[in-house]
């Protein structure tokens, strides 16, 4: 067996195959305003003021997907066994992975066992029902086997929106306390990616033994706990310092206020008078108001998750291969970039993290024939074209009617009549995880490696396949991916998956990515986003005021 720490060969050769296909990941425009690099001792205390756009809706992750507004704060108060290292040392599309609760690990030549070694002096919060107890190898065995709903105790519960990071799991073992043995019916090759993600937390069986479920109580090792009494649904959620956490010294700060606050421009307006000390994920020409109410702000710019169009592959018209090959060839992803992200951003394609293919290959594998798409719907039935029903979210932004106008007068040119309909996101999102939609779209999350894609959105079996894609070529190139333990086969399948997705089936079509960034005050110090991490990179966040 070869051992890990962080980034060692066993993590090239295990998990760097995941990443392989995506080591390539969009570069980072360098900070303004200064460097994150700080040469000061930090400061312990204060009050990290972050802004969200809405509020969480419940704690479990197998239940909620990849709702932001949960997996933000839950990142704060659980954690996994493994973490995708941050920080200014660390850069955006560098993959590094460290120790969380298990200290060190290995893992069996044919990637189908994974021992973990757990950290010494762990406690979870001391909250009810959990109490601050140990935490040992028995949580991270049920916390595997809720996750994956392994066993006969989970098996009436509702599927696992992200049991195909565990997929195979057949058994977690515990010869003592500190030593957890994780098993695979064949080979999983993205297994210690998940398990570097806060999707996969060590969760406390108290909780669910309580109260039925994991929904109603956040409670963990993580180095902040939620203050329920303090906070207020719609106005503003108290993330305290956890005082029993294991890591000496951290947190930083005393306390994170995550303020609810749904419209940009009103994150914008708080940043500028200072109530605000972080904002994410703006678009280019937001940042720019932002910048010049704030000049001293400090930034970080970098390529956001795909636009995904979700084409349902069970619904007219789009159950039809040539409707979705027409409609795949009105895209132009240079109008895309060009509109909403001012001329930065790349092309994208599903399945796939960026490098997986250069700029150059991804131009010649997907052509924007407008002309040839009006042929193909005329040779599917409709010579007089096609409309259909496109909802679209009315309390997200502006993004998303900007998205359907471009949408829409791209598809006009092909021969499809788009007619928007708003809705509450809540009714949006619902109409896609129930396969009731024909056209939607959304920014589609790359979540530790690139089989959250590929497998997440495109496997039978996946709680997160909404458009019922099933084709058994494909099938069998998701299974071999996930099989394969040599990094350069294993980026040949999916190159092979993405192409025959793109180019043959027509089933998963990505857009853009498009720039986006991260603002903050800068009295704050030690933060640095990362695309392999979820939640804000706050850890070791401290306030120089």
Not at 393 to 409: F, K, S, V
Not at 446 to 451: H, I, Q, R, S
Not at 464 to 485: F, G, H, M, S, T
Request: net charge neutral; aromatic share 10%; proline share 7%.
């Amino acid at each position: 067996m070869k051992s890990g720490y962080t980034r060692t060969a066993l993590f090239v050769t295990v998990v760097g195959l995941a990443l392989s296909v995506g080591c390539s990941t969009p570069q980072a425009a360098a900070p303004d305003g200064g460097t994150a690099v700080q040469a000061t001792t930090p400061k312990v205390g204060g009050v990290l003021r972050v802004r969200a756009s809405r509020d969480p809706s419940d704690w479990d992750i197998t239940s909620t997907g990849r709702d932001v507004g949960n997996n933000e704060l839950r990142a704060l108060a659980q954690q996994s066994l493994l973490a995708f290292k941050t920080g200014p040392d660390v850069g955006y599309n560098q993959p590094v992975i460290a120790p969380q609760l298990a200290e060190r690990w290995e893992v069996s030549p044919d990637a189908k066992t994974y021992t973990f070694h757990l950290r010494k002096g762990v406690k979870f919060a001391d909250a009810a029902p959990v109490n601050g107890r140990a935490f040992t190898s028995a949580d991270v065995r049920w916390s595997l086997e809720y996750i994956a709903r392994l066993g006969p105790a989970f098996s009436k519960l509702p599927a696992s929106n992200v049991s195909y990071m565990l997929e195979g799991l057949e058994k977690v073992e515990t010869p003592d306390p500190a030593t957890a043995v994780v098993s695979f019916k064949e080979p999983f090759a993205p297994f210690l990616n998940y398990v570097a993600h806060p999707f996969v937390s060590m969760l406390a069986h108290e909780v669910y033994d309580k109260d039925g479920n994991l929904k109603d109580r956040l409670t963990g090792t993580g180095p902040f706990q939620v203050d329920e009494a303090a906070s207020q649904k719609g106005a503003r959620w108290v993330m305290r310092k956890n005082p029993a956490y294991w890591d000496g010294g951290k947190p930083y700060l005393d306390q994170i206020d995550v303020l609810v606050l749904p419209e940009d421009v009103t994150a914008i307006a708080a940043f500028r008078t200072k109530q605000v000390d972080l904002v994410t994920a703006l678009l280019p020409h937001q940042g720019s108001d932002l910048k010049q109410g704030s000049p001293d702000a400090v930034w970080f710019a970098y390529s956001q998750n795909p636009m995904h169009i979700y084409l349902n592959n069970t619904q007219k018209p789009f159950d039809n291969p040539k409707v979705r090959q027409a409609f795949f060839l009105t895209v132009d992803r240079d109008e895309y970039i060009k509109v909403l992200s001012e001329g930065s951003g790349g092309w994208a394609t599903a399945g796939t993290l960026p490098g997986t293919f250069t700029q150059e290959e991804l131009k010649a594998m997907l052509p924007h024939d407008p002309a040839k798409a009006k042929a193909l719907l005329a040779e599917a039935g409709y010579p007089n074209g096609l409309a259909v029903d496109t909802p679209f979210p009315t309390d997200r932004g502006d993004i998303y009617p900007t998205r359907l106008q471009l949408m829409q007068a791209q598809a006009a040119k092909g021969g499809f009549t788009l007619t928007g309909k708003g809705l509450p996101f809540t009714q949006y999102s619902d109409l896609r995880r129930k396969a009731q939609h024909t056209v939607q779209f959304a920014n589609r999350d790359l979540t530790a490696d690139v089989d959250s894609y590929l497998s997440g959105t495109f496997d039978p079996s996946s709680g997160n396949n909404y458009d019922r894609v099933n084709e058994p070529k494909l099938n069998q190139l998701i299974q071999a991916q996930r099989r394969e333990p040599d990094p350069a086969k294993r980026t040949a399948i999916v190159r092979e998956a993405a192409r025959y997705l793109a180019t043959e089936c027509f089933c998963g079509l990505a857009v853009y990515y498009g720039n986006v960034a991260d603002y903050w005050q800068p009295a704050v110090k030690g933060y640095r986003p990362n695309w392999f991490r979820n939640g804000w990179a706050i850890d070791e966040a401290w306030l120089d005021r």
